[in-house]
């Protein structure tokens, strides 16, 4: 398929400072592309020599033809840029600004036809700011604002639509929604280029990512390819998990900082039923050493202890914990300097867990519901739980462990 935007060698400079550098980029019909990216990486730059307003060096195409061959009107007509944070001093009635979208169509002093009119409710409608209709737009939410304004970019009737930030003051239901937007223009066959901050956004709703630091593309590719934690730590500066959060099954990322200076101090988790994941993910920013079993397959904390790269033992399914496994479990216990229980159900298939706990030189037990309320043995494991609350050096709420650690 050919592609409607191509951008070659593009350098912008301000006052000698180089802003974008050597842009090359590609862009089909119907793809919704998310410009990602730090604070200066260049995005709304890029977006504005897209849409003629800056000129730069190299080339930019629409449809095979050069924009700086093309009147501002006949590329109005054909890429609609909403800027970031526009504001508009004068009091115009929502409804008024809406109908500006329709501007490239019409000569001097020509008045819009109804069917203009048709364009812009429409338009309002599916941006639901209908009922703003005669609200100033200078004395309306930011939320509301953007939303009306998103609306007089869809009455351009482009088939490229620019998007810097379009989110930015949108609370959580809007700033879904107006991706949900962008995807159905997408598939309508529009073309979307949406600079964008929001990563979990991005990877959620755009086909496309390309990440952009110091007026450069960096990566370009699908959300899975760019959004890597090797590239978000170089990029931002930060260090990143990305993972797939098992429950919604979409792309996560978990900032975080890691207090380097503790590997060498070892600590064991036995959990299960999903009540190691906090445990596991602030002994990790702790710099831990962690290791963690032994787990049942299936068992949402052995995610947590893949996306956080701890060691762990997993037994199958519906299964008791072989000698094997409890052998392994106990070196792991006997080598860490600390031993954690978390609150986890009590049966016979993890009874091992608690007995290989008794090892456990220093045990902490994290404890938020009664023993009893989670013994499925009728009161074995219980009896041993009891034991090892007598030796445990702390027995604590999980909301105190940062206190133990
Ligand atoms: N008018 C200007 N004069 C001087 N420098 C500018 C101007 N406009 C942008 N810049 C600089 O260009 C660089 C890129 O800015 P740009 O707004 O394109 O980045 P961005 O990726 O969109 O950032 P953000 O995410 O913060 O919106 C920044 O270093 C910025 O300071």
């Known amino acids: ?10 350098n912008y400079e301000i006052n000698n400072k180089r802003i974008l550098d050597n842009i090359c980029l590609k862009v089909k019909e119907g793809e919704l592309v998310g410009l990602i990216g730090p604070n200066g990486a260049g995005k709304t730059t890029l977006l504005k020599c897209l849409n003629g307003i800056y000129k730069a060096e190299g080339t930019v195409k629409v ?3 050069l924009i700086d061959r093309m009147s501002n009107k006949s590329l109005a007509e054909k890429i609609a840029l909403m800027h970031q944070n526009t504001q508009i001093g004068f009091p115009f009635p929502a409804k008024e600004v809406v109908l500006m979208g329709r501007y490239p169509y019409l000569k001097r002093m020509q008045r819009e036809s109804k069917e203009d009119f048709k364009i812009a409710r429409k338009n309002m409608e599916y941006t639901d700011t209908e009922k703003l209709e005669d609200c100033a737009i200078n004395e309306m939410s930011g939320g509301e604002r953007q939303r009306v304004l998103f609306a007089k970019t869809l009455t351009q009737q482009t088939d490229i639509i620019l998007l810097d930030e379009p989110t930015a003051s949108l609370d959580i239901t809007y700033q879904e929604q107006i991706f949900k937007y962008a995807r159905d223009l997408s598939e309508q066959g529009k073309t979307v280029l949406a600079a964008i901050h929001d990563l979990k956004i991005a990877a959620k709703y755009c086909t496309r990512l ?24 170089r990029v931002y500066g930060v260090n990143a998990l990305v993972y797939k959060n098992r429950i919604t099954g979409l792309l996560d990322i978990y900032i975080h ?15 299960g039923g999903g009540t190691a994941g906090s445990v596991l993910r602030q002994l990790y920013e702790q710099g831990y050493y962690v290791s963690a079993g032994v787990f049942f397959q299936g068992d949402s904390d052995i995610a947590s202890a893949e996306v956080f790269g701890i060691d762990y033992l997993v037994e199958k399914p519906f299964s008791s914990i072989t000698d094997r496994l409890f052998n392994e479990n106990l070196a792991y216990i006997e080598k860490a300097h600390t031993t954690v229980l978390c609150n986890m159900p009590l049966g016979f298939q993890n009874i091992r867990n608690l007995e290989a706990a008794e090892q456990a030189e220093k045990l902490v037990i994290i404890e938020d519901d009664l023993p009893e309320t989670r013994d499925f043995t009728g009161g074995k494991a219980g009896e041993i739980y009891n034991r090892l609350k007598s030796k445990a ?13």
Do not use: C, Y
């Open 210 to 233: 390309v990440l952009m630091n110091d007026g450069k593309i960096v990566s370009d590719g699908s959300p899975e390819e760019v959004l890597t934690s090797m590239n978000l730590s």
């Open 1 to 10: 398929m050919e592609s409607i935007i191509e951008i070659q060698n593009l």
């Open 63 to 65: 449809n095979g033809v």
């Open 393 to 405: 050096v702390a027995v604590i709420n999980s909301s105190r462990l940062h206190e133990v650690l």
């Open 257 to 271: 900082k890691v207090n380097e200076k503790n590997k060498s101090v070892r600590f064991h988790v036995i959990g």
